[in-house]
């Protein structure tokens, strides 16, 4: 099922099909290796929704939802 990343729910995987936006936006994903092929797990959402914190890349990033609604995910199952 695809989706955008701020539509996940804690505890939720998924791997990243596209990144849309351009310019500045979607450099600065693709600098935070959000990039197509790598996968992520939604760790935290923030009382409000904002801001999310994703595991990727071995790593922990925290994104605004309005960035994260830039990136279309695959949900794995």
Do not use: C, H
């Amino acid at each position: 099922m695809t989706k955008l990343l701020n539509e996940f729910s804690v505890g939720e995987r998924g791997v990243v099909k596209t990144v849309s936006g351009e310019g500045k936006i979607r450099r600065r994903l693709f600098d935070m290796g959000v990039t197509p092929g790598a996968e992520v797990l939604l760790r935290k959402k923030a009382p409000l929704g904002d801001p999310l914190e994703i595991s990727i890349r071995g790593y922990e990033l925290t994104l605004r939802s309005s960035e994260a609604a830039y990136v279309t995910m695959e949900a794995k199952q």
